[in-house]
């Protein structure tokens, strides 16, 4: 199975756009979000059933109990995390701070305190006949993003079993979710943004790729929107060694299509054009040296 | 000499798992005696570093080699720092695989999977 | 428009986020700054931080901030494993009578210190990412930038809002937060006194505006939306404030010169009058907002 992902640093630049539109055109029995925090795929790509779905257990959190605390305050004393409170009864854990360290309830002398599984967000695997889509919602506020996108993408290879494609639509940023996410993917397609931020963006996400020793590929979504800055990234590509895959004008029709569920590859439009191209630089790209036995 | 791979069950018929860290189960193999046991992975319910985790138990095993289809950075380190060498299996089958082994038909794993080291510095 | 010797708005720490990535908070929130007689701007996306991309500021202070990770004295160490089987991140691991650490996995809770019965352990410190402090024209510039490979920023975050409460002066402070809901958003509007939720007239931008909501909500953070590039076409984001009754402050329309000036780094407000004029307004709706919110408190 060949895992393709597709990042880009910056949020915004179109991602799940291009994401859904690779699936409708590769027709692709494998997908996944993994941009667990502000999942959007599941908007596009249509499914009649309910998922199943799995709690996520993240880090355990710090209880303390207040019949048991003595008021000491060595908890507080020695949480890197600023995540004891005091109230007029007796020390508190505040969850959301809380990574679930255990050192708070190793320096408590009275065993007030505890350590508990907590639910940090909700996994859900959609099935239809050969269709697998796994994606999941974090709770807010919620760390350990990169074991949940982990299991996002375990949950989808467990299900679809043996097949060609997987198409895998990532988070902005370059942080443990996108660190996640590159482990095991084959190559990355990045939809960059002809605008400083997103230049700026799509350098940094291409370092954070280079270290996972993947294929690197460039698109240009919203091309026209500044056509110096969209060759600029052209250049620099090239400059590089990255293989360039396209560039997608902005297109009208395209938030359209979007706001009605439908991807950009269901509709006859100029960025619907542009991203086929797209997409066949790229499978050349991923399917270039022929297939590995094993992933 | 004992030999581990990742197993997706407790059966010597059974899969090999494609993650070392979250692996359920490890096989143990002496190639001397010939002996099968398994190791539950406690590992494979972490948060994180389960490839350290996991290694370390192999570690504490007495493991001179281990055979597996990838490997992250963090575990290969706990490997190869206890001098315990890393085999790539090309089979999913871990009958196959120990074969493999047996006739020297398999060779070193060479691409060790990232892991968060700050290489971008 | 109120100055910020008002009561209400000295020192007002504004934050600027939104669930989905794209939508106009370094917009807002540099051109907010800009708008303001003298003001802070803090860059907390510390993993693609771009407010310095249209501030170009001139920068004083560049400070590098670490987390600290533990270091073992071989000599003290016997091998009792205690360290390793305590580290609730699997950070340790103890080979060939030698505890090797994990860097990148340490999350620098010192627990591992606390519990070596030998005191072999000890701490340094390690290069996570950092601080910029500069100025631009009227704005106090405050960036942090994440190192790549890191995994999180917060430790970054804290020391930018730390920096933050550094000032004597009364200027509002102006949060351009990291997209999203997870923690380190949470970090960010912690010490918020306002938040401004950018949102977009898409399904997408409707559905994360959703999460982000719920997250000052939680955090009983007064709050209202601003939709950024509105066309002719049904709002689905409209729809959802209305429902629930979000108040919408603004409603910027779909401007191809906004935008060209935008993806050029240019400030607009700083460019022409029309820009200026377009985020002094909210910003004066913003102050309104936070007087009403002082004075409807203050009679509880």
Redesign the interface.
């Known amino acids: 199975m060949k895992q393709l992902l597709i990042l880009s640093g910056k949020g915004g630049t179109g991602k799940t756009t291009v994401a859904s539109a690779f699936i409708r055109l590769s027709e692709a029995k494998a997908y996944a979000d993994c941009d667990v925090d502000a999942p959007n795929l599941h908007l596009i790509t249509k499914h009649s059933k309910t998922p199943s779905r799995k709690d996520y257990y993240g880090m355990p959190k710090a209880e303390i109990d207040p019949d048991i605390c003595i008021n000491c305050g060595k908890c507080m004393e020695n949480c890197r995390f600023d995540a004891i409170r005091v109230n007029e009864r007796s020390h508190f854990v505040d969850a959301f701070g809380c990574e679930g360290c255990g050192v708070c309830e190793f320096v408590c002398p009275v065993n007030a305190v505890s350590l508990h599984p907590s639910v940090a967000g909700d996994l859900m695997l959609f099935k239809e006949g050969p269709v697998t889509f796994s994606t999941a919602q974090l709770k807010m506020g919620s760390g350990t993003t990169g074991m949940l996108v982990s299991q996002v993408k375990k949950q989808m290879k467990e299900a679809s079993g043996d097949i060609e494609l997987a198409i895998v639509d990532g988070s902005p940023g370059i942080g443990c979710p996108v660190i996640a996410s590159l482990s095991g993917a084959d190559m990355v397609l990045i939809v960059a943004e002809p605008s400083l931020s997103g230049i700026s963006d799509m350098e940094r996400i291409i370092k954070t790729a280079r270290i996972f020793g993947v294929i690197i590929a460039v698109c240009v979504n919203k091309s026209d929107t500044n056509p110096d800055n969209a060759n600029r990234i052209k250049d620099f590509c090239k400059l590089e060694g990255i293989p360039y895959a396209g560039s997608i004008p902005f297109d009208y029709m395209a938030v359209k299509a979007v706001n009605k569920g439908m991807s950009i590859a269901d509709i006859d439009c100029p960025s619907g054009a542009a991203v086929k191209e797209v997409f066949n630089k790229t499978m050349l790209l991923l399917f270039a040296e022929g297939r590995h036995s094993q992933k | 000499m004992k030999i581990a791979i990742p197993a997706d069950d407790k059966n010597i018929d059974s899969t090999v798992c494609q993650s070392f860290g979250r692996t359920p189960y490890f096989l143990t193999y002496d190639t001397g005696t010939e002996t099968v046991e398994f190791i539950d992975n406690s590992a494979a319910s972490s948060q994180g570093g389960a490839g350290i985790k996991a290694a370390q138990a192999i570690v504490d095993s007495k493991v001179s080699a281990i055979l597996t289809p990838r490997c992250g950075q963090n575990a290969a380190e706990v490997l190869t720092a206890a001098g315990i060498l890393i085999y790539k299996t090309e089979s999913s089958s871990i009958k196959e695989s120990l074969a493999a082994f047996k006739e020297k038909r398999l060779g070193l794993l060479q691409e060790i999977h990232a892991g968060f080291h700050g290489h971008g510095g | 428009m109120p100055g910020f010797t008002d009561m209400a708005v000295k020192n007002l720490k504004i934050a600027i986020l939104s ?5 106009g908070k ?1 917009l807002l929130s540099v051109n907010l700054a800009s708008a303001a007689i003298a003001s802070v701007y803090v860059d907390c996306d510390v ?2 931080p ?1 407010g310095h ?2 501030f170009k500021p001139q920068w004083n202070i560049e400070k590098e901030i670490s987390v600290k990770i533990p270091q073992v004295d071989p000599q003290k160490c016997n091998g009792c494993k205690k360290c ?1 089987e ?11 009578e ?1 505890l ?1 650490i ?4 340490c ?5 591992c210190l ?2 070596c019965p030998q005191d072999a352990l000890s701490e340094r410190k390690k ?1 996570v990412g950092t601080l910029s402090v500069g100025d631009s024209e009227g704005v106090h510039v405050l960036s942090g930038m ?8 917060i430790p970054i975050i804290k020391e930018l809002l730390y920096q933050c409460g550094s000032y004597k002066d009364d200027r509002p402070i102006f949060i351009d937060c ?9 970090e960010s509007i912690k010490d918020a006194d306002y938040c401004l939720l950018a949102a ?1 007239p ?3 931008g409707r ?2 505006l959703e ?2 909501w ?2 000052v909500k ?1 955090f009983k953070k007064p709050h209202s939306v601003v939709i950024n590039k509105c ?1 002719d ?2 709002d ?1 984001t409209e729809e959802f404030c209305k429902k629930n009754g979000i108040k919408i402050l603004d409603k910027i329309p779909f401007d ?1 010169e906004l ?2 000036l ?4 240019k400030i607009a407000a700083r460019e022409s009058k029309k820009y200026r004029d377009l985020f002094s307004s909210l910003l004066e709706k913003i102050y309104r907002e936070v007087s009403h919110e002082a004075a409807v408190n203050s009679e509880r």
């Not at chain 3, 994440?146 to 920023?153: C, F, K, L, N």
Request: proline share 4%.
């Open positions: 669930g989905k990535g794209g939508t370094t993993e693609e771009n991309l249209f390793v305590f580290c609730k991140f699997n950070a340790l691991a103890y080979i060939n030698k090797k994990f860097d990148d996995v999350h620098s809770c010192g627990g606390l519990v290069a994440m190192q790549t490979g890191i995994a999180s920023g990291p997209p999203g809901s997870a923690c380190i958003v949470m977009e898409t399904i997408f559905h994360n999460m982000v719920s997250l939680l066309v076409q049904s689905p191809v935008g060209t935008n993806s050029n780094g």
